[in-house]
Every structure is written in structure tokens, then in C-alpha cells.
């Protein structure tokens, strides 16, 4: 009779200070569906690790000697690993989550997160969604952007394969809203939501809804503040 019991999400601790890597290991250690592969103390070895273990998911610090979290994650990310980041700092400053979020991150938490959303944030990321801490998206969105679109202003070029009705979805990603408020926002179903969420993520070459916002503000889609 075959075992179908799912294979535990293989994390590797990619941290500088080994006493936090002690306190995230207990905390990964008592969920079942959990395994920690291997400890690194900087970004060097966090690549290096990376690729020979192949995790499903490093939890990785931004500052970090030889190599910084940032740079670690884009070098994961060029080697097209089938290993997903997610950056756990004390520095949620707005720099290092754009920095970090360009590198190909899938989620971005502060070191203060409480230990069941840590869990919950490792599954999320393991299942290929990302994760942003609320309290840092709202800064991004604070500093970037207002949520409203220049109605006056032509499609990005790297916009035009979207139709107006994803143009607008994305507007709404942009804002941090869930695929439920968009479809309470536009008054359509959250099924019809997620599939123009597929459809920009495809037509835009995008990993997740995280590398959306991005782009949202890169392209101007939504406007700066003045």
C-alpha cells in the first residue's frame, strides 16, 4: 500500500546570529510537516547550501558577512533553482523590501512575527504563493503609490498585452487588496479574479502577485505621491 502522507517543506535557516537560527529551528521543529535541512551563517553558504540540498524554502536574513540576503536571493533565483526565499529581518526598511522583492523573493516578514504566522508564511511560500507582512506592505504603498490610476496617462507599453479589465485588476493587486476585495471591489466573482490574476501573472512573465505590485510601480500604473 502506497504512503501518501505529503514529504515535509525542507527549509534551510540562512542566518548570521546562531541563537536565532536556534529559536527558528524549535519553532519549525514542532510542526510535523516541517524539516529543517541545514543551517547557514551567511549568504555564501545559503547559496552554496541552496544548491545542493535544493529546499523548498530558505529563510533567509538580509544582513548577512561574505554575501547579503539580498544578493543571495537573486544569485537562487539566476540559477533558477526549484527553491523559493523568504526574507525574515529586523530592517523592514522600504529599501531592502524593493531590493529584495527585485531579487526574486517570495516573501518578505519582520523578525518579530509571531511564530504561528512564521509557520503559516513557509507553507504559503512553499505552495508558490508569496508573502508580504502586512504592516511593511502598507509602507511600500504609503511611500510608492496612490491607489488610483492616471486615467489620462497611455497603457506602459510593457502593459499593452493586458486587456483593460486586467489593467484594472492589477491596479487593485497594486493596492494590496486580496482576490475577495477585488471581487467585492469590481462586483464580480472571486473565481472570475483569480483568473485575471492568472492572465496578467502569464501575459507579464511574473512569479507572483508580490512581483506585480512591483511592476505596477515601476511602469506607473499607479502614481508616486507628489
Known sequence: ?????????????????????????????????????AEAGDGLEAV???????PDVVLMDIRMPRMDGVTATRAIVDARLP???????????????VGALRAGASGFLAKD???????????????????????????????FAEVLPDPSAAPPRSLAALTE???????????????????AALSVSETTIKTH????LL??????????????????LVRPRG
Not at 83 to 97: A, K
Not at 126 to 141: Q, W, Y
Not at 165 to 180: D, I, K, M
Open 1 to 37: 500500500m502506497t504512503d501518501r502522507t505529503p514529504r515535509p517543506v525542507r527549509v534551510l535557516l540562512a542566518d548570521d546570529q546562531p541563537l536565532l537560527r536556534t529559536g527558528f529551528r524549535m519553532v519549525l521543529g514542532a510542526e510535523r510537516d516541517l524539516d529543517v535541512v
Open 48 to 54: 552554496d547550501l541552496s544548491r545542493r540540498l535544493l
Open 83 to 97: 527553491v523559493r526565499v523568504l526574507i525574515l529581518t529586523t530592517f523592514d526598511l522600504d529599501e531592502y523590501v
Open 113 to 143: 512575527v509571531p511564530a504561528e504566522d512564521l509557520v503559516t508564511a513557509i507553507r504559503t511560500v512553499a505552495a508558490g504563493e508569496a508573502v508580504v507582512a502586512p504592516r511593511i506592505l502598507k509602507r511600500l504603498l504609503d511611500r
Open 165 to 183: 479589465r486586467e489593467r484594472e485588476v492589477l491596479v487593485q493587486v497594486a493596492r494590496g487588496l486580496s482576490n475577495s476585495e477585488i471581487a
Open 197 to 200: 490574476v492568472g492572465h496578467v
Open 203 to 220: 501575459k507579464l512573465g511574473l512569479r507572483d502577485r508580490v512581483q506585480a505590485v512591483v511592476l505596477a510601480y515601476e511602469t506607473g
